[in-house]
Every structure is written in C-alpha cells, then in structure tokens.
C-alpha cells in the first residue's frame, strides 16, 4: 500500500514546485508526462525537495539502480568499472537528471483515471528501471482521489518457484517450516477480475484496466450466473476471480465452459486476506465457484508432480503460507505448461518487440529457461537503446527541415507539401510532422510503442542512417 500512496505523493510534490499544469480527467498521467519532458537549461530544485525525492527513489529499490545512475552520469556501464558504479549514488546526479530519473520511475507504472478513480498498473517501462517496489504493487490497485483511499486492493505481483531471489526454494522451505497455516490451491489459466462495492457503486475492473473485453465478458456472467452475489456485494471487500471463458482462451483449452471462480477476498480496513475456509463459506453463501484446494503434504511431492505427470495438463498451483510474521505466496506450474507456453529458442528482436507491444512478454518471461530470458533481457535494453536513438534522429531531422525549408515556429500550411514529398521515404514522418506542428517533442514520441512493423523500419533506416552494420531485427529464429 505506501508505495502507491508515496509515489502519487511525491508526483504532487514535483508538480507543485514545477508549477505543472494538467487535466482534471488525466491527473497523474499528465503530471508524470510533464516530469518528464522538463528541459534541462537552467534547470534546479529545492534542497528540501531533492531530499525528498532522493529518499523516495531509495524507497522504491529500482532493479537496476546503479545502470541508471551511471548511465544518466553519460558512464558506458558495460565499459565502466564495477566499482566506480556500484559507488554510485543519487547525489552524484544534477538536479535535472535526478528529476529525469524520478521520471522514469514513475513511469513504470500506468495511470488510469476514471472519475475520481485512479487505476495503477506496472508498465513496459519495467525493462528500463528494471522490477521495483512500486511495480510490484501496482497490479490493478484502484484509489479514490477525493479521500486517497483504496477502493480495490487484488494480489501484489508473485512470482513462480525460484524465479526471484524471494521464492528460492530455501526460503519457501524455510517458510514452510514457521508456517501457521499453508493452502494449496489450482492455478487457472484466465484473466484477473477484481470486484468491489464502493459506496454502492460496483467497481470492476482488471489489472491494467476499467474497460476490457474481460469485463464485458464476467459482466454478462455475473449478471446471468452468479447474479446472487451481483445483486448482494458486500462493502468493505475486494473479491478477486479467475475469468475462464472461450473467448479469452490463454494457453490452455476449457473447452466451453464459461466461469469465474473466487480466488481471494481481502478486507479493505486491514488489507487481510481471508482462508480459504472461510472463501469456501463465503462462496457457498453467495452461490459461487471456487477454485479446488489440494491438501499441502511435502512441497516435493508438488514439485515432482509438476515434472512427471503429462496426463492432467493444468497451468499449475498457487501456494499461500501464513506464519506469524507474513502472509506469502507464489505459484508452481506444470512442466507441460511450460511447455505449451514457452519460447522454446532464443527469440528474435522482431518477436521480443511484439511481445512488449502485446504486453505478454512479463507472461513469457515467467516460463522462459534462464538463457532465454538472459537473452530477452538483453534485446529489451537494445528496444530502449533504439528508442533513444529514434529520438535523437527525430531532433536533428527536424532542426534541418527547419533550416532547409527556412521554418519560423511552427510549420506553415504552405509548406506542409513541400515536407511531405521530403519525408515520403522517411519511416519517422509522423513524429516529425507533429513536432513541426508543436504537438509534441522527440521526448515524448514513443510513449506508446510504434506497431511492430513501424519499429522494424525505422530500426533498419536508423541502422542505415547511422551506419550500424549489425541487423538482429530478423536474425534468430524461433519454434
């Protein structure tokens, strides 16, 4: 909860001292967009909000921390000594490049507004910074604006057996040996959808949004198959369900069934989550499904079930342990899932970009062998690399139509065709066209990734332009 709240805090903080404008309907987002594309010239902070800012990004633990701080220094960290970077700190950045970095952190995460609801959802933007704090938090949070309160409170992010450092099977067996209670419960293979009652009001939404096919599709269930609970939510919950349904077919196939089986209940007040018994009660008062729970003997047992059985394909489980000093979770999933759902050779730069711009590659990379992942990694640096170069060659592109076709301010209608035969060839037209138009800047150009084939073309015109022989656009195959 206080990574959200002290990130809308600190976003509040910078604006004010800015002075930075934004719409009633957009808050958030266009402050965080305005952070970002302050300009350097002359350019300071106050002592007290530097602090300020400084603490929150320690707050936060950015994955990549000390890439950023070296890499925002103008230090090459693949040619730069490990010592000197990991001697790096906040305080070694100006005033505008640590408001800079503020920015990209803040952008890992998305913001959106319905009314007085705020909606917050990691980002691609994850790739840069790497994993935070923050990023982990903001899977389908929903806050009221007007009081700062939560209205919907779903899962934090958690992760697959010794995938991070926190789910180690050392760790989850040292857990396991404290625990008070543990639940074992099936893992479907659907879309979240999280539920309140607010004011009266039902919210619903997914992770990342309040609009969605997903919605549309459990609206029609809720109100025709679970249309007691519908028409009786309790207030003062957040009731989270797994969307299984064949127009929202994921991996695996349930044929025709059309369902929403409650996962979780969590209690708004104290953030708690409720049993599973107590799931089990509440989903037979209020005439729901649920998801099947497995009795917890030896986590081995689960792990060699995973591996060895190929007969009953599920996507696998999900392990809760609550000891006396915390409530954890983390999932197992069948080999055969893996192997239905995994890149099986080390992709292409092309299928990592369609991945990031489908928004699936956080899916993919939970399942990819760490080689694989290593290598998806990299191309992902190399995608934001290539952004970063896009940009540069938008800025220069511009400054000489300006000089070639003698532009005062913004482009002038009797010259539109003129820069349009110019740049009939050119893959970043559209970005150079609006910024001569004043609607935008390079800075702000790739907020939302170009499709998949825009960036292949301007990815082999940048090659070109800037003499870089190496193509890995198309260079890797995959099964």
Avoid: C
Wanted: aromatic share 12%; hydrophobic share 35%.
């Amino acid at each position: 909860m206080k990574y959200i709240l002290d990130t809308l805090n600190i976003i509040d903080k910078v604006a004010s001292e800015l002075n930075l404008s934004y719409s009633k309907e957009n808050k958030y987002s266009d402050l965080v967009q305005g952070i970002y594309i302050v300009e350097e010239n002359g350019f300071n902070i106050s002592v007290d909000l530097r602090k300020s800012i400084e603490e929150y990004l320690v707050l936060v633990e950015n994955e990549k921390e000390k890439e950023l701080i070296a890499k925002f220094n103008g230090l090459v960290v693949e040619e730069t000594d490990k010592e000197i970077i990991s001697n790096l700190s906040y305080s070694d950045l100006s005033d505008w490049k640590l408001v800079h970095l503020l920015a990209v952190t803040l952008r890992t995460i998305s913001y959106t507004q319905k009314g007085n609801l705020l909606l917050v959802k990691y980002s691609n933007n994850i790739w840069v910074t790497g994993w935070n704090k923050l990023a982990k938090q903001s899977r389908g949070k929903v806050i009221d604006l007007n009081t700062m309160t939560y209205v919907s409170y779903p899962f934090n992010k958690f992760y697959n057996l010794n995938e991070v450092e926190e789910t180690k099977e050392e760790r989850v067996l040292d857990l396991l040996s404290k625990a008070k209670e543990v639940y074992v419960t099936d893992k479907k293979d659907g879309s979240a959808i999280i539920v309140t009652n607010y004011n009266g009001n039902i919210i619903m939404n997914t992770n990342g949004s309040f609009d969605s096919v997903q919605i549309s599709l459990a609206q029609k269930l809720f109100e025709n198959k679970y249309s007691y609970f519908y028409n009786n939510i309790p207030e003062g919950y957040t009731f989270i369900f797994e969307l299984i349904h064949p127009d929202n077919r994921i991996v695996l196939d349930y044929g025709k069934e059309k369902s929403l089986y409650l996962l979780a209940i969590r209690e708004l007040d104290t953030l708690k989550m409720k049993t599973y018994p107590e799931l089990l009660s509440f989903a037979k008062k209020y005439k729901l499904d649920i998801t099947e729970s497995f009795e917890y003997t030896d986590l081995f047992d689960f792990v060699e079930k995973a591996v060895n059985d190929t007969e009953n394909i599920k996507e696998g489980w999900v392990f809760r342990i609550i000891t006396d000093e915390e409530d954890f979770m983390f999932k197992l999933k069948y080999q055969e899932y893996f192997k239905l759902a995994r890149i099986k050779n080390i992709p292409s730069l092309k299928k990592v970009y369609s991945l990031l711009v489908s928004n699936t590659i956080d899916d993919v990379m939970s399942v990819a062998e760490s080689s694989i992942k290593d290598a998806i990694n990299r191309d992902i640096t190399e995608i934001y690399d290539y952004i970063e170069k896009f940009k540069i060659i938008i800025s220069e592109e511009v400054e000489e139509i300006k000089e070639k076709f003698e532009i005062k301010g913004i482009l002038e209608k009797d010259k539109i065709k003129l820069v349009l035969d110019y740049l009939k060839e050119n893959p970043f037209m559209s970005y150079i066209l609006r910024e001569l138009k004043g609607g935008m800047t390079s800075a702000t150009a790739f907020d939302r990734l170009p499709s998949l084939n825009n960036f292949g073309n301007m990815y082999k015109y940048t090659n070109k332009k800037l003499g870089i022989e190496e193509d890995n656009w198309e260079s890797r195959e995959i099964l």
